[in-house]
């Protein structure tokens, strides 16, 4: 049975390919097709909310450094890899 999702649900019709839908029903289990397709679609409204923030900064303030978020998400890495003991986190990259 699917778990109790927060918010007001609307029925809707909605039409896929048969090999995806197929796909879903293989992954989606005991959560059911619903729900699965429920947090897809919010994962989708997510990235297009970042790209939409990540274009206005840019706007803004200019495209975004690669070196620099490189150098961040290293820093970022070892910081994790150090709180959790790995020896890997600073080597790996």
């Given at each position: 049975?699917?778990?109790?999702?927060?918010?007001?649900?609307?029925?809707t019709?909605v039409?896929?390919?048969?090999?995806?839908?197929?796909?879903?029903?293989?992954?989606?289990g005991?959560?059911?097709?619903s729900?699965?397709i429920?947090?897809?679609?919010?994962?989708?409204?997510q990235r297009?909310?970042?790209?939409?923030?990540?274009a206005a900064?840019?706007?803004?303030?200019?495209?975004v450094?690669?070196?620099e978020v490189a150098?961040?998400?290293?820093?970022i890495?070892?910081h994790?890899?150090?709180?959790?003991?790995d020896a890997?986190?600073?080597?790996?990259?």
């Open positions: 049975m699917d778990k109790q999702r927060p918010g007001k649900t609307q029925v019709s039409s896929l390919r048969a090999e995806t839908l197929e796909a879903i029903r293989a992954r989606a005991k959560q059911g097709v729900s699965y429920e947090e897809a679609v919010q994962r989708q409204l297009e909310a970042i790209d939409e923030y990540i900064a840019e706007a803004e303030h200019g495209p450094d690669a070196a150098a961040r998400a290293e820093r890495r070892a994790h890899a150090a709180h959790r003991g890997t986190g600073a080597d790996a990259a």
